[in-house]
């Protein structure tokens, strides 16, 4: 069978998990035929890095490069506020579509994208790759072999450490222009797996959520402004000094800005309250400065509950400035308790490397073989990704306004 080819356009740090999937491990069934970017020192760092060197297009010559290299489907890994532009041009020129999250940024461009894939019966999948966690699976299975019950309600805590979570005051994601929020480009990966955990779509959001830690008064009301602590060092590692340090100089991209200089526009402390169409109830918060990196969930069933507890990095030591600074410890932990039962550990392997196993996991079932097994409903869709983002959307409309948020007013899906 004739091998897809494909096209990766934004060719930052996390392209490099989908270049080499597709490049490299997947060689049999995929073929990379083009990168395509702002910035043409990236790309040629990742052309370095391939057997073979692919052709390198500038971001305008985008639709000639789908043609020129007959590209079957284009991977999106660019900057979130330009996921819609290539998302929707691919479509319209008869392409499959793989993209990163959040698939957008905003309402009116998710009506693009929602339109685009209808008036072409168009293919997108975005990347959820947290569904492929083993944890995250077994969570899902437990949940829908009826382990609680009906779920009645939801507890789901976010902790995003000072290492980690500063990273998005550092970068392009500090200007909500460019990343919709943390709301939005952090939190869709965990609106959507509730979305998949729960079995059911998001109603209604009331959301509070505000810049506590981050930016340039909180740093001076905390005493953090100059905290060599929150610092980075890109220097240290060589694939991300020649990405983005010696990249610098064709589009002054800078990574390691200080998370308390001025042009923070996101927030950093979020509370969310859902109510899905199946009457379950969520209570969400995400941390964006916390000493300790992982997560909580609780779900309260008809039958019982089930609670599961991951620790990604124990503690934050400030003196370690590379980017993947060694994460220090972690562990996960899953229990169901039956009414009326003693509670029963749930063996759960905690794996490290790329999001806990879940990369890889999702790039062998995205670029191996077609037809393979899906029986939990990993994959995810425009629809999925369009959902995930309504929690969001819902939840920042209703910070502004004060009031609860139905998501139908944003937009009707059918
Ligand atoms: N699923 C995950 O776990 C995960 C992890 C990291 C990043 N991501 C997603 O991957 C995407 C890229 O993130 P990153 O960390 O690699 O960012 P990055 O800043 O390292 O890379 C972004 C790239 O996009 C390019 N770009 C900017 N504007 C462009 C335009 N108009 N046209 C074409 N290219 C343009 C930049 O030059 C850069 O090379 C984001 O959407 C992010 O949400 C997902």
């Known amino acids: ?36 970017d702002v910035n043409r020192t990236r790309m040629n760092v990742h052309n370095e890095r391939l057997a073979e060197p692919v052709p390198t297009y500038d971001a305008a010559d985008f639709l000639g490069m789908l043609d020129e290299q007959r590209v079957d489907v284009v991977v999106v890994t660019t900057v979130d506020r330009h996921h819609d532009a290539y998302i929707v041009a691919a479509l319209d020129a008869g392409r499959d579509v793989v993209t990163e999250k959040p698939m957008t940024t905003d309402v009116p461009s998710a ?54 979570g500063a990273d998005y005051f550092r970068r392009w994601h500090r200007d909500k222009a460019n990343s919709g929020g943390l709301m939005v480009h952090k939190a869709t990966h965990h609106f959507d797996l509730l979305n998949w955990w729960v079995g059911s779509v998001p109603e209604t959001v009331y959301a509070h959520g505000r810049l506590f830690f981050y930016g340039e008064e909180n740093g001076k009301r905390h005493g953090y402004t100059h905290d060599k602590r929150f610092d980075i060092d890109l220097e240290q590692d060589d694939w991300l000094k020649k990405l983005y340090v010696d990249a610098r100089h064709e589009d002054g991209y800078r990574r390691d800005q200080n998370p308390f200089e001025p042009g923070v526009s996101i927030e950093d402390d979020m509370s969310v309250l859902v109510r899905y169409a199946s009457g379950a109830n969520l209570t969400y918060h995400l941390t964006a400065y916390s000493p300790w990196e992982g997560y909580r969930l609780m779900v309260n069933g008809s039958k ?48 490290r490397a790329g999001h806990g196993g879940a990369d890889r996991r999702m790039v062998d079932a995205l670029y191996g073989p077609t037809g393979q097994e899906d029986p939990l409903g990993r994959k995810a869709t425009h629809r999925d990704g369009v959902l995930s983002l309504l929690t969001g959307f819902a939840a920042g409309r209703s910070v502004e306004t004060g009031r609860p948020v139905r998501v139908a007013e944003l937009l009707d899906l059918p």
């Open 304 to 351: 019982g509950r089930l609670e599961l507890e991951v620790v990604e990095n124990s503690w934050v030591s400030g003196q370690d400035l590379s980017v993947d600074a060694g994460r220090e410890q972690g562990w996960a932990k899953l229990s169901v308790q039956r009414l009326f039962e003693q509670r029963v550990d749930v063996p759960v392997e905690y794996d």
């Open 1 to 36: 069978m004739a091998r897809r080819r494909y096209a990766v356009v934004g060719t930052g740090s996390r392209a490099q998990r989908h270049v080499h999937a597709i490049a490299v491990e997947h060689a049999d069934t995929c073929e990379l035929v083009a990168l395509c």
């Open 111 to 164: 009506r693009k994208i929602l339109d685009a894939v209808h008036r072409n019966d168009g293919n997108v999948t975005v990347t959820f790759n947290y569904r492929y966690n083993p944890i995250h699976e077994k969570v899902r299975a437990l949940l829908a072999d009826g382990a609680v019950g009906e779920i009645g309600s939801v507890h789901f805590e976010w902790l995003l450490d000072t290492r980690h």
